[in-house]
C-alpha cells in the first residue's frame, strides 16, 4: 500500500469532496463517488486516508453460519485487526443494507486501533453507537441483522466496487459531509495541492459573492481584476 505523506493528508483533510470531484472531472474521472453512504453524525471529522478493502459476496447458508467467527483468518475479522492505522476500511456489501456489514464493538475496535475511518455501501448495525463515537463512518441506512444473514466475507485487500465507485487498495479516500469520494491512488498528491488551491479561491469568492458582488468575471475568475483582489486576499489572510 503506498504511504499517505502528512502533507498530502492534511490538505486533502481541509478541502471538501465537491472540490476534488471537480477536479477528478477535469481528469475524465466521473465516478468516483460513492453513491448513497452517508455519515452517522453530522459532527464526525473529515476522512482521508488509503483504502483497505473488504469484499462481501451473497451468503450461502451451509457456509456462512455463526461458527465461522471461531476462525481467526475470518476475512471480516481479519480485516478489522490487519487494516493498517490511518487507513480507510471500505466495504463492498453488494449495496445491500438488509443485513449490517459491521457493528459497534468492530468499528469501535477500528478507531481504537488509529484507523482513520470506516465506509461501507450497506449499512451499520448499532448505528447509534457507532454515531456517538466521534469515528468517520459512512454507510447507507441502519441495519440490525448479522452479517451472515445475507452477506459472506470472502477477501481481504482486493479490487472491489463500493456503492459503483471503484475502488482499488491504496487509492485514497476522502469522506465529509457530502459523503466519500475515490481518488486514485497515483493522483493523490497532485489533487490535493490542486484542491488545496482551489479551496482558497472558492473561500474568497464566497466571502466577496456574500459582500454582494456579482460572479460574471469572479467565478470563473475571467476578470483580471479578481485574480489581483485573490491574491490581495490571500496576503492579507495569510493563504
Known amino acids: 500500500m503506498t504511504k499517505l505523506s ?14 476534488v470531484a471537480t477536479a477528478l472531472f477535469k481528469r475524465g474521472l466521473r465516478i468516483q463517488m460513492i453513491q448513497d453512504v452517508h455519515p452517522l453524525s453530522p459532527d464526525q471529522p473529515t476522512m482521508v486516508g488509503e483504502a483497505f478493502t473488504l469484499r462481501y459476496m451473497p451468503a450461502r ?41 459491521a457493528g459497534a464493538i468492530l468499528v469501535t475496535r477500528l478507531m481504537k486501533r488509529g484507523i482513520a475511518g470506516v465506509v461501507t455501501d450497506g449499512g451499520f448495525r448499532d448505528s447509534a453507537e457507532i454515531a456517538k463515537l466521534g469515528f468517520p463512518a459512512f454507510h447507507h441506512r441502519p441495519s440490525a441483522p448479522t452479517n451472515l444473514t445475507l452477506h459472506q466475507a470472502i477477501e481481504i485487500n482486493v479490487p472491489i466496487g463500493c456503492g ?27 489533487i490535493a495541492s490542486e484542491t488545496f488551491e482551489m479551496t482558497a479561491f472558492e473561500d474568497f469568492v464566497t466571502e466577496e459573492v456574500g459582500k454582494g458582488r456579482g460572479i460574471f468575471g469572479l467565478y470563473p475568475a475571467t ?7 485573490f491574491a490581495e486576499w490571500r496576503k492579507k489572510n495569510g493563504r
Request: proline letters at 8%.
Open 6 to 19: 502528512e502533507a498530502t493528508r492534511n490538505k486533502l483533510k481541509s478541502v471538501s469532496t465537491a472540490t
Open 61 to 101: 447458508e451451509d457456509l456462512n453460519t455463526i461458527d465461522v467467527f471461531k476462525d481467526r483468518s475470518h476475512p471480516q475479522r481479519k480485516a478489522v485487526e490487519d487494516c493498517p492505522p490511518g487507513a480507510v476500511l471500505v466495504m463492498d456489501s453488494r449495496k445491500d443494507a438488509r443485513a449490517a456489514s
Open 164 to 190: 459503483d465507485a471503484p475502488v482499488f487498495p491504496g487509492d485514497v479516500i476522502l469522506g465529509d459531509a457530502d459523503g466519500v469520494i475515490v481518488i486514485p491512488a497515483h493522483l493523490a498528491d497532485e
Open 223 to 229: 476578470d483580471p481584476q479578481t485574480l489581483i483582489d
